[in-house]
């Protein structure tokens, strides 16, 4: 069980610009899920796969957020035309759900991005 | 619409003295409750769970957590706070029908002092 992975770990860019996150799951888990968090806030969910196919989109995924998960495997986040309002911590979690309520969710390390 | 309140922004112990970190939460249905820990530049640690079994649930490090339905409280404790347990805390609720997707409170920063 080598954890949860993302990269970048940090990444600066312009405004204007497109990013690229990338999330690495644990090998055997099924659910994969984003999530975003600004400075001083709790991680606010953005999106979840079950295998490759996304089932929830949250209202904060704008438009210029599309995420991906190919062959049920690693995901990728990416956020077009960034805004600086987009700087924050972007997290990734990933779960074997088994019928059971209550599942435990591994984080990874997260992207951290900074919009000038 | 279920939720969770952090009651307090920030908690300051001693070292050796009970830690208190106070949730609240908010749900129509049976849900599961969650602490993680979130030290600074690393990820999130799940601490312990609450899936309507005992309602008194032991975690790592010493932690515990007690549900009570009747107040709709699920309060983290130590008995005895350590220097390495300052961190950012956050209660987190969950419905299983609802895909798993976690909601977090707004997070209790604990410091502890020598």
């Known amino acids: 069980d080598t954890g949860v992975s993302q990269d970048p770990r940090h990444k600066i860019t312009k405004r204007g610009q497109n990013v690229t996150f990338r999330c690495d799951p644990i090998?055997?888990?099924?659910?994969l899920y984003w999530y975003r968090q600004t400075l001083g806030q709790g991680p606010e969910f953005l999106t979840y796969f079950q295998n490759e196919a996304q089932l929830e989109k949250s209202r904060l995924l704008s438009d210029r957020f599309s995420a991906e998960r190919p062959k049920g495997s690693f995901s990728t986040l990416e956020i077009q035309r960034t805004e600086q309002g987009d700087s924050a911590m972007y997290l990734c979690?990933?779960?074997?759900?088994?019928?059971?309520?209550?599942?435990?969710?591994?984080f990874g390390p997260g992207t951290r991005l900074l919009v000038l | 619409a279920q939720s969770v309140t952090q009651l307090d922004s920030h908690v300051s112990v001693s070292e050796g003295t009970p830690v208190l970190l106070r949730c609240n939460y908010s749900?129509?249905?049976?849900?599961?409750l969650f602490w993680y820990v979130q030290h600074p530049n690393k990820g999130l640690q799940l601490l312990l769970k609450y899936t309507s079994a005992a309602t008194l649930v032991k975690g790592i490090n010493g932690f515990e957590a007690e549900f009570k339905k009747s107040e709709t409280s699920f309060h983290l404790t130590k008995p005895s706070a350590h220097m390495s347990d300052a961190a950012e805390y956050f209660c987190v609720v969950t419905l299983y029908n609802q895909g798993g997707k976690l909601i977090f409170g707004q997070g209790t920063e604990l410091s502890v002092k020598p």
């Open positions: 090998s055997e888990h099924n659910r």
């Open positions: 979690a990933s779960s074997l759900t088994s019928g059971i309520q209550g599942e435990t969710q591994y």
């Open positions: 749900s129509s249905y049976s849900p599961s």
